[in-house]
């Protein structure tokens, strides 16, 4: 049984409130990917996740800033737009975060939710901790609707 061993952080991102977790099986060479980012406004699942790459490919993220804030945590933030005639509830967005020199430290999903049929709205997620330069890719994965 794979158990959750820390929770890391509570996050306000655009209007909804995340924790971002990991557990044993997400870590590097124990047989996981990364970190997960989940809603704790509510108890239940965010919905079914739509991988229509249709839907995908009419939302686009847009990462515009990378900083430390005042605690010397690194954040990103950055805008989702929803190209569809369709509100979303969620938009699930896989964020690959890397060192200056281009290698892989981390890799982790994040929900903005609810973003209303041609409309952006803003995310400002935690990324952890890291030494120097670091630089962030996106990528819309899914769409909940």
């Given at each position: ?143 909940v609707n």
């Amino acid at each position: 049984m794979r158990a959750v061993i820390v929770v890391l952080a509570l996050v306000l991102v655009a209007g909804a409130v995340y924790v971002f977790y990991f557990d044993a099986a997400a870590l590097p060479g124990l047989g996981g990917g990364g970190l997960r980012g989940e809603t704790a406004a509510e108890e239940a699942p965010i919905g079914d996740v739509n991988t229509d790459p249709a839907l995908i490919e009419s939302t686009q993220v847009r990462v515009f800033n990378l900083y430390r804030d005042s605690y010397g945590i690194a954040r990103v933030a950055g805008e989702v737009r929803n190209g569809t005639a369709r509100d979303l509830q969620a938009v699930v967005i896989q964020f690959e975060i890397r060192d200056k020199r281009g290698g892989l430290q981390k890799v982790m999903e994040a929900n903005v939710r609810d973003v209303a049929a041609g409309q952006a709205r803003s995310f400002d997620i935690e990324v952890g901790r890291f030494t120097g330069g670091f630089n962030a890719e996106a990528e819309v994965v899914g769409v909940v609707n």
